[in-house]
């Protein structure tokens, strides 16, 4: 039956598509994501690749073949069916059901107290950074994403969120925001799974683009014998103390010595301290256990949500505190 799904022609509407690509700086990327997510229902992925390879030859840029797998890859891996012709496929095909996914570890507290005697601090970490850490956000902006992709960002609470193309806030100093979603967005607004529009939902957030892992360490005020609150305490006893961001500092250059493609470090103005990591179109399957060895050491799976708004690196918080970047690394940000 897929066989002869796939040698059946392309609508007129999908060849229109493909034959009309934007103009640079239009939005190449995304369009290659949303021809890639609507070939799905017609052709394998093989085609698909020399179908969008075809079509990249119109486009006023040249474009990366790595760009061109990443999207069939990405629109592989993040499909899902919704009206029209799509349900008459679905009928046809046994869709497996969804795997079951293993709830997030618990903190190794053994691994974080060992890390912890590394001594490590804050000012090591940004010593560590190939890159000036000296960029406004939006220097880190114009450097993290290519194209014109649309971004979310809020200044300090997920009701404020505006999407913008990425050349309307290169326009305007977007410091004095606070937040920012680590995915480009497929559109402005979108349906929540109850129908509901909204600014920022699984419906309208595209592939990851960077996996955001977030450090926070805090002593318990009703229990001092928390695990956190005893490494903390020996840490605050040290001859030169450190604190809570020292050790999320430790643990980040931690993952550095294990190679991890550690690409920024933004302080939040609090105790926390986010890691972006590159995902370089890699699917939620191959990245969960990475993210899971960071739960383990302490990181919010919150962060794991695709739409979840995260510190803007260089960005102000509600209380007017910079966002401080601690370490980055424009070489790890695109791998063409």
């Not at 609470?157 to 004095?176: G, N, V």
């Not at 990245?287 to 979840?308: K, M």
Request: net charge positive; hydrophobic share 40%; glycine share 6%.
């Amino acid at each position: 039956m897929t066989a002869i799904l796939h040698q059946r022609l392309l609508p007129a509407w999908l060849e229109a598509k493909l034959a009309t690509p934007p103009v640079a700086g239009g939005g190449i990327h995304s369009w290659l994501f949303s021809c890639a997510c609507r070939l799905l229902q017609w052709r394998a992925s093989d085609q698909i690749l020399q179908i969008l390879v075809d079509a990249a030859v119109r486009c006023s840029r040249p474009v990366p073949h790595r760009e061109i797998v990443d999207a069939v890859n990405n629109a592989r891996n993040n499909w899902r069916p919704e009206s029209g012709g799509t349900r008459v496929i679905q009928s046809l095909q046994k869709l497996p059901e969804p795997a079951r996914v293993k709830p997030w570890p618990k903190t190794d507290w053994c691994a974080v107290e060992a890390i912890s005697k590394s001594g490590h601090t804050i000012a090591d970490l940004s010593a560590a950074s190939p890159g000036s850490i000296c960029q406004t956000s939006r220097e880190v902006v114009g450097m993290l994403w290519y194209d014109d992709p649309l971004l979310c960002l809020a200044k300090s609470h997920p009701a404020d969120a505006i999407t913008l193309r990425r050349s309307e806030w290169l326009k305007h100093s977007i410091d004095r925001f606070g937040l920012i979603v680590p995915s480009a967005m497929m559109a402005r607004k979108g349906k929540r799974q109850d129908g509901k529009p909204s600014k920022r939902c699984l419906d309208n957030t595209g592939p990851r683009s960077f996996l955001v892992v977030e450090f926070d360490f805090k002593a318990s005020p009703r229990r001092a014998d928390t695990p956190a609150s005893s490494i903390l305490a020996d840490m605050a006893a040290e001859s030169t103390p450190r604190t809570a961001p020292d050790l999320c500092a430790a643990i980040l250059l931690h993952m550095l010595e294990l190679r991890a493609p550690l690409v920024l470090a933004v302080h939040s103005g609090g105790k926390s301290i986010h890691g972006w990591f590159p995902t370089h179109g890699a699917n939620d399957e191959a990245l969960r256990p990475f993210f899971r060895r960071c739960v383990s050491l302490g990181a919010d799976p919150a962060t794991w949500i695709r739409w979840q708004l995260v510190r803007l690196p260089g960005g102000t918080r509600s209380d007017g505190t910079r966002q401080r970047i601690l370490y980055i690394n424009p070489a790890r940000i695109h791998v063409e």
